[in-house]
């Protein structure tokens, strides 16, 4: 076995000792979302246009070169989604339980290994810190998220839209693909538009021609955990990101001939639950 595969099998085997004690533990560290303090209210579009209301479709991150790069937000689950969906929860069927539907799980063994991202959705919070970050768990729901952080992979961040000038209660999510921990976690070429595809494309059993996309692309999809099945429809739609490089993190290495960093393409999901576990309420 290469060297490098061996530390990574020891680390995972010591990880898994571990990882049974603190799963109770991190399902209850403290949260970073901010409660919302006004009724939901959801326009017809599923959420509102931050870009109308001061904020940005960028996220910010500290320290890029040149300065004042973002990273885009370029998957909205819709405030017309289930209510019970859009609650940041793994029980009940909620966003945690949703995520493990198509393999992606909080982190590994609740530890935060990349660093926080902040993005203002235009709702009234101003500039918030990401509620979490979510990452392919590699088929495994307990340590596969381990696997990710040292061999990359897919994961995203997000924030809810739910301030008190534009509650809609939308999930607002920055994903991408990145390079293996010992590459410092830089994005893959196109990272940014494959990372989003491929998290649709496990949605909706679909492989999503990330190249040909337009603003009338249109998928759906069933996927479920835990005796939840979600309905999920996606629709590609333009206006929000603009199709360039320019401000985008990494532009230099995640551009491609065939793409810019960001296409300009934002996945809208609107997503309901159709089945419950017989013993659910
Ligand atoms: C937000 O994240 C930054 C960078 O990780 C950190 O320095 C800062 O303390 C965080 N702010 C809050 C309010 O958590
Ligand atoms: C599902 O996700 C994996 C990992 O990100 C990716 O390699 C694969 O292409 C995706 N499947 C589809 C159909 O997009
Ligand atoms: C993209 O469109 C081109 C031209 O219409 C076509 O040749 C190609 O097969 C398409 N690629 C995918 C992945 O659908
Ligand atoms: C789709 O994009 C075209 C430009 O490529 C634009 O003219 C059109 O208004 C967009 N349609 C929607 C529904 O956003
Ligand atoms: C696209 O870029 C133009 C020119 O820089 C800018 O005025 C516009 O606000 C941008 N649009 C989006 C959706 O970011
Ligand atoms: C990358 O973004 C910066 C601004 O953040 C811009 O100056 C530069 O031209 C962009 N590079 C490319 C290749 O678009
Ligand atoms: C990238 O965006 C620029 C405008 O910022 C555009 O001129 C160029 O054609 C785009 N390139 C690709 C490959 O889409
Ligand atoms: C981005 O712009 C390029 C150049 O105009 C164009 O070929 C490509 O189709 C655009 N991408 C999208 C998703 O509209």
């Known amino acids: 076995m290469h060297l490098e595969n061996s530390r990574t099998l020891f680390l995972l085997i010591c990880l898994s000792t571990l ?7 991190r399902r209850t560290l403290p949260s970073r979302k901010r409660a919302s303090q006004t009724a939901r209210s959801v326009p017809s579009a599923g959420f ?11 996220t910010i991150v500290d ?3 040149p300065a004042g790069q973002g990273e885009p937000l370029n998957i909205i689950i819709s405030g017309n989604s289930d209510a019970a969906l859009l ?8 966003l945690r339980n949703y995520w493990l539907s198509f393999e992606y799980a909080g982190e590994c063994l609740g530890q935060h290994a990349g660093s926080d991202q902040a993005a203002n959705l235009g709702d009234g919070n101003g500039v918030l810190n990401e509620t979490d970050e979510i990452r392919y768990d590699y088929g495994d729901a307990q340590l596969g998220t381990c696997t990710e952080t040292i061999n990359g992979g897919g994961h995203f961040r997000y924030w809810t839209q739910n301030g008190k000038d534009a509650n809609s209660g939308a999930i607002f999510m920055a994903s991408s693909y990145e390079e293996p921990l010992v590459d410092e976690h830089d994005i893959i070429p196109n990272g940014y538009n494959l990372g989003r595809d491929w998290i649709i494309g496990n949605i909706t059993g679909t492989t999503i021609p990330t190249l040909n996309l337009t603003n009338s692309s249109t998928y759906s999809g069933t996927t479920s955990y835990g005796g939840y099945t979600y309905s999920t429809s ?3 739609i333009s206006g929000l990101l603009n199709n360039t490089s320019d401000g985008v993190n990494h532009n ?3 551009m491609t001939p065939d793409s810019n960093a960001t296409d300009g393409l934002v996945a809208l ?3 309901k639950i159709t089945g419950k576990p017989a013993n659910s309420a």
């Open 19 to 25: 990882a049974a004690a603190l799963d109770d533990h």
């Open 48 to 58: 509102y246009n931050p870009l109308e209301m001061g904020g940005s479709m960028l």
């Open 63 to 65: 320290g890029t070169f």
């Open 87 to 94: 609650k940041d929860q793994e029980t009940d069927g909620g």
């Open 234 to 236: 996606v629709k590609y």
């Open 252 to 254: 230099l290495t995640v």
């Open 269 to 271: 999901l609107e997503v």
